[in-house]
């Protein structure tokens, strides 16, 4: 009975939730029509109760939503690793990448991290692939670095750093998670 009862509470509350209408306001560039009279495919505030689906014109904004054409940009790999609290010096191309594509330098906390940004995730999912699990080869060419490497991957982004220090390999944490490839590779 309990149950039935929580189950039926439930349920009113996603109907009250689902009465409301969404209120759509449209912008007409042209002020012609008459009262009560509206383009094709537009809505009107109040208009539309009856259930049926209302579109807009493109560019019309719903309630509460901004009509710009720019997304935020994302910040920066550099920007991410500044906020998780390194100092963060952006540096020159690579002269030798180890990847396909141009990559370029990070000074994180006076260590060199490589970053190379590809067309999409999928191309760096491939490239991921072909690192060793420990971290010394990349398909068929070897890594030579002197100490541990550290491979990173996130979104089009993979990140290569060979070294120890704390501070930076817990940056790189905070930006990429943990490393896929090389030390401390899950």
Do not use: W
Not at 28 to 35: D, I, K, L
Not at 57 to 79: H, R
Not at 108 to 114: A, F, I, L, S
């Amino acid at each position: 009975m309990r149950y039935l009862l929580i189950l039926l509470t439930l349920l009113a509350m996603l109907f009250v939730a689902g009465c409301g209408e969404p209120k759509i306001q449209v912008e007409v560039s042209h002020g012609e029509e008459a009262e009560g009279e509206h383009a094709e495919g537009e809505a009107v505030e109040g208009e539309g109760t009856t259930g049926e689906e209302t579109h807009t014109e493109e560019g019309a904004a719903t309630e509460g939503e901004t009509t710009t054409s720019e997304e935020p940009a994302a910040p920066s790999i550099a920007e991410s690793l500044a906020a998780a609290g390194v100092e963060v010096e952006e540096g020159e191309a690579i002269a030798e990448p180890l990847f396909e594509v141009e990559g370029h330098i990070l000074t994180v906390n006076g260590q060199e991290v490589q970053v190379y940004e590809f067309a999409d995730a999928a191309a760096a999912e491939e490239q991921a692939a072909l690192v060793a699990p420990d971290g010394t080869s990349i398909g068929t060419t070897p890594v030579s670095v002197e100490t541990t490497p550290h491979f990173y991957h996130k979104d089009h982004t993979i990140a290569f750093y060979a070294g120890e220090d704390a501070a930076v390999l817990a940056a790189l944490e905070v930006v990429f998670g943990v490393p896929f490839a090389g030390g401390t590779a899950e």
